[in-house]
């Protein structure tokens, strides 16, 4: 019996619209990150206050400022992943492992759909790198 070395167009429109569907709420929640940031950074410039600012809580609202700039950074490579995972499916390689040239599993796609390694691949090489 041959084995599949491609994924049906069929199978390529169903992770097409997974990868869309994922794009999609990390631009929503990007969206609210920079919110939050934005509106964060209105208060903190806000000199005029009738309250004095403790240390403390300076240094607070500066530690949350810097938590939302690390998650808007970590997302936006999430988001370049997500993109490449759409070229790759229109070029043709998406969901084909580049170590093995099998096809990597639903599952594994489903839940990581920027991968490019089969999870055996992907693990001997963790093993390697040990």
Not at 30 to 46: D, P, V, Y
Request: charged letters at 30%; proline letters at 1%.
């Amino acid at each position: 019996m041959a084995t599949k070395t491609k994924w049906t167009q069929k199978d390529l429109s169903y992770f097409r619209k997974h990868i869309l569907e994922k794009r999609r709420k990390l631009l929503e929640e990007m969206g609210e990150l920079r919110e939050n940031t934005h509106i964060a950074n209105e208060s903190a410039s806000t000199s005029d206050s009738t309250y004095a600012y403790h240390m403390a809580d300076v240094g607070t609202d500066h530690a949350e400022r810097e938590k939302a700039y690390y998650w808007l950074a970590r997302e936006n490579n999430y988001l370049r992943y997500l993109d490449r995972a759409l070229q790759m499916i229109e070029e043709g390689t998406f969901g084909i492992c580049h170590a093995c040239g099998e096809l990597i599993s639903k599952e594994r796609l489903e839940e990581v759909p920027h991968t490019t390694s089969c999870f055996s691949c992907k693990t001997d090489a963790s093993k390697a790198a040990s």
